[in-house]
């Protein structure tokens, strides 16, 4: 377990359900897929990069709901940069997507 964070250090935290409009296997990359994530008018569509395909194809993802961290530093990868981060469970060392209810609004808060 990690160290403790306070109540106003988690609040740092943009937490946001986005959805999956897009999604492919660069071809720079053995391990990454490159997805781009509609969070709605407020923040718009953005591009992201997991460590995922090993475990995950485009197709897996697209048209899914999920929650990302949006207010991150964005992060150069290859000859591009992911604007953010999704949120997913590690089982057995290995990532697990956790889509949300479909019916949730893009770019809403999660808290």
Request: net charge negative.
């Amino acid at each position: 377990m990690k160290s403790e964070i306070s109540y106003d250090q988690f609040g740092e935290l943009d937490l946001r359900v986005g959805e999956v409009v897009a999604a492919s296997l660069p071809d720079w990359s053995e391990k990454l897929v490159r997805y781009e994530v509609d969070f709605g008018e407020e923040i718009g569509k953005r591009v992201m990069f997991s460590g995922i395909r090993e475990w995950y194809g485009p197709g897996e993802l697209i048209g899914k709901k999920y929650v990302f961290v949006v207010n991150m530093k964005y992060k150069k990868m290859g000859p591009e940069e992911s604007q953010g981060m999704m949120m997913m469970a590690e089982q057995e060392g290995r990532p697990v997507l956790m889509p949300v209810d479909g019916r949730i609004v893009n770019g809403s808060v999660v808290r």
